[in-house]
C-alpha cells in the first residue's frame, strides 16, 4: 500500500508560481513511476507531467516550458514547480504512482496504482 499526501497548492495571481510536492510512502519509491495530473471543474483529468524512475520526465505540450517535475528519492517526495501560471491552470492537481509496473504510456490514468487525494490550484487574472 503506497499513501500520497500532496501539498502546495493555494491561490496565485496570474503570472505568479507555486511548487507542489507530493510526499510518498513506502520503501521501494525510487523505483516508482510518478506523474501529476489535474482536473478542472466539468472536466476529464488531464495529464501535466511525469518522471521514470530514472528520473526521464514526459509532459504535456502545452506545459512544457512552464512546469518542471522533479524527485528527490532521498525524501520520497515529487515535485511540480509552476511558473508563469495562467487562470486555465485552475485545477485540482493529483499526484499518482506507479509501484507495481512502469507504464506503457505515462501520460494514461489506468497506468497508476495509486492516486492522492488532490490539491487546489487557483489562479485569479
Known amino acids: 500500500q503506497v499513501q500520497l499526501v500532496e501539498s502546495g497548492g493555494g491561490l496565485v495571481q496570474a503570472g505568479g508560481s507555486l511548487r507542489l510536492s507530493c510526499a510518498a510512502s513506502?520503501?521501494?519509491?525510487?523505483?516508482?513511476?510518478m506523474g501529476w495530473f489535474r482536473q478542472a471543474p466539468g472536466k476529464e483529468r488531464e495529464f501535466v507531467a511525469a518522471?521514470?524512475?530514472?528520473?526521464?520526465?514526459y509532459y504535456t505540450g502545452s506545459l512544457k516550458g512552464r512546469f518542471t517535475i522533479s524527485r528527490d528519492n532521498a525524501k520520497n517526495t515529487v515535485y511540480l514547480q509552476m511558473n508563469s501560471l495562467k487562470p486555465e491552470d485552475t485545477a485540482v492537481y493529483y499526484c499518482a504512482a506507479a509501484s507495481r509496473r512502469e507504464p506503457t504510456d505515462y501520460s494514461d490514468t489506468r497506468g497508476y496504482d495509486y492516486w492522492g487525494q488532490g490539491t487546489q490550484v487557483t489562479v485569479s487574472s
Open positions: 518522471i521514470r524512475w530514472s528520473g526521464v520526465t
Open positions: 513506502g520503501r521501494a519509491f525510487s523505483r516508482y513511476g
